[in-house]
């Protein structure tokens, strides 16, 4: 890998992440995601090509459970965006746009943590974030090109992206 890490694939194929990560003998779960399009699915239980269970899985929200990053390669870009599963878990969607990941792009560096998931915020950490009242967003200048859902929490998914890129910086 380019990046100059030890890579271990998963061994069994019906596990919840891809392969395994290893920097300075910190390990982590890492899922693997493609896309050739503008967002990328960040759901579990979907696989390409012919499945090997005949059963119908349900494809789930990745979730902190399943894995510590997720590795996103875009082929229309020939980028990377390696992702926190806890941001992927916090914005509750099974297609993000590559335009929300922006922070992410290239940052390698997440790996440095000695704990995996370290730059989640906390549950009080969020809670305190969404209660201030000194924070004045510009939601069409900050994340030009998302589109939000009807009733999705526009302030939310503002924080975290805002909040993960301070940490990334």
């Not at 061994?11 to 992440?17: I, T």
């Not at 969020?126 to 994340?143: A, E, F, V």
């Amino acid at each position: 890998m380019y990046a100059g890490y030890m890579i271990y694939i998963q061994a069994w194929r019906d596990s919840k992440y891809d392969l395994i990560l290893d920097h300075d003998g910190t390990l982590f779960r890492c899922s693997v995601k493609t896309t050739s399009t503008s967002s990328v699915n960040v759901t579990t239980g979907t696989r390409s090509g012919q499945q090997i269970q005949k059963d119908k899985v349900k494809p789930q929200l990745i979730t902190r459970k399943d894995c510590d990053v997720v590795i996103v390669y875009s082929f229309n870009t020939n980028s990377t965006y390696v992702v926190p599963s806890s941001f992927i878990q916090a914005v509750k969607r099974d297609n993000i746009s590559l335009n929300l990941l922006e922070p992410f792009k290239d940052k390698w560096k997440i790996f440095r943590c000695k704990i995996p998931n370290k730059l989640a915020p906390t549950q009080v950490q969020m809670r305190n974030l969404l209660k201030s009242k000194n924070i004045k967003i510009n939601y069409k200048k900050k994340l030009d090109g998302i589109k939000f859902k009807a009733g999705e929490n526009k302030k939310r998914i503002h924080l975290l992206h805002s909040y993960y890129s301070k940490q990334l910086e």
